[in-house]
C-alpha cells in the first residue's frame, strides 16, 4: 500500500480528476455548486419511504468554488496551490494542509480522483 502522506512532495504532485458525473454550476458570486444525484439502492429506499430528494446540493465554500474549476486533468496539487496563494494570500494560509484537507474530502465523497 503506498504511503498517503499529505505533506509529502508526492502529494503535491497528484493531479487530481473531477468526477464526470457531477454537473456543477457557479453562481452570481462565484460559488459552486455541485449536483450529486444519490444513486443505489439505499438511496432509492429512502426517496421512497423518506421523500429524499433525488439530488443533492453541495455548494462549496469561497476557496473551494476558486479551486473546483481549476481542476483540469492536467493540474498538478502545487500548482493549485500557487494559484490559490496568489489570489487569496494570507487568508488561505495554512495553505497546504487546507489544500490537502480539501482533496482528502472531495475524494472521500467520490467528487475527484486523482491521475494514474
Same mark, same amino acid.
Given at each position: 500500500?503506498?504511503?498517503?502522506?499529505? !505533506?509529502?512532495?508526492?502529494? +503535491?504532485? *497528484?493531479?487530481? @480528476? *473531477? !468526477?464526470?458525473?457531477?454537473?456543477? =454550476? =457557479?453562481?452570481? !458570486?462565484?460559488?459552486? =455548486?455541485?449536483?450529486?444525484? !444519490?444513486?443505489?439502492? #439505499?438511496? *432509492?429506499?429512502? $426517496?421512497?419511504? +423518506?421523500?429524499?430528494?433525488?439530488?443533492? %446540493?453541495?455548494?462549496?465554500?469561497?476557496?473551494?468554488? /476558486?479551486?473546483?474549476?481549476?481542476?483540469?486533468?492536467?493540474?498538478?496539487? &502545487? &500548482? +493549485?496551490?500557487?494559484?490559490?496563494?496568489?489570489? #487569496?494570500?494570507?487568508?488561505?494560509?495554512?495553505?497546504?494542509? *487546507?489544500? &490537502?484537507?480539501? /482533496?482528502?474530502? @472531495?475524494?472521500?465523497?467520490? #467528487?475527484?480522483? %486523482?491521475? $494514474?
Amino acid at each position: 500500500m503506498k504511503n498517503k502522506n499529505v !505533506n509529502s512532495e508526492n502529494y +503535491l504532485e *497528484r493531479i487530481p @480528476l *473531477r !468526477n464526470p458525473d457531477i454537473n456543477w =454550476t =457557479t453562481d452570481d !458570486n462565484g460559488i459552486v =455548486t455541485l449536483e450529486i444525484i !444519490n444513486k443505489g439502492i #439505499f438511496n *432509492r429506499v429512502a $426517496q421512497k419511504l +423518506l421523500k429524499k430528494p433525488k439530488i443533492s %446540493y453541495v455548494h462549496l465554500d469561497e476557496n473551494g468554488s /476558486f479551486v473546483w474549476p481549476l481542476i483540469d486533468g492536467k493540474t498538478d496539487i &502545487a &500548482a +493549485l496551490s500557487e494559484a490559490v496563494d496568489k489570489h #487569496f494570500g494570507e487568508k488561505a494560509h495554512p495553505l497546504y494542509e *487546507r489544500l &490537502a484537507k480539501y /482533496f482528502q474530502i @472531495l475524494e472521500s465523497y467520490g #467528487f475527484i480522483t %486523482y491521475k $494514474q
